[in-house]
């Protein structure tokens, strides 16, 4: 059974960052592409950025592009999402997910965290 846990939201001011973490249980075939998600109040969960376990591949939400990276510690089946330069349109339950396509989309995803809160104050 493939796990997930979060850890790193919190509160932080306008211009600030923030690194959520995701340590990732085992792998599987279904669960070779991971990805970070994110949920404002009363909006639909968006795909913020992706990457690939086999191969290479990221990709990138417009709205995050230039202000996040997304990288991954072998070792340690940790998965980290670098926030910089943080608004308050960032604000979001922000999501570790895992699954078999190399997508942006929350639908082709087998395997969810907990999730994690980012709140941004201006």
């Known amino acids: 059974q493939v796990q997930l846990v979060e850890s790193g939201g919190g509160s932080v001011q306008a211009g600030g960052s923030l690194r959520l973490s995701c340590v990732y249980s085992?792998?599987?075939?279904?669960?070779?592409?991971m990805g970070w998600f994110r949920q404002a109040p009363g909006k639909e969960r968006e795909g913020v950025a992706r990457?690939?376990?086999?191969?290479?591949?990221?990709q990138y939400a417009d709205s995050v592009k230039g202000r996040c990276t997304i990288s991954w510690d072998n070792a340690k089946n940790v998965m980290d999402l670098q926030m910089n330069n943080l608004n308050s349109e960032d604000t979001a339950v922000y999501y570790c997910?895992?699954?078999?396509?190399?997508?942006?989309?929350?639908?082709?995803?087998?395997?969810w965290g907990q999730g994690t809160q980012v709140t941004v104050s201006s």
């Open positions: 997910a895992a699954g078999p396509r190399a997508t942006m989309v929350a639908s082709d995803y087998l395997y």
């Open positions: 990457f690939n376990l086999v191969g290479t591949g990221q």
């Open positions: 085992q792998y599987t075939y279904n669960s070779r592409y």
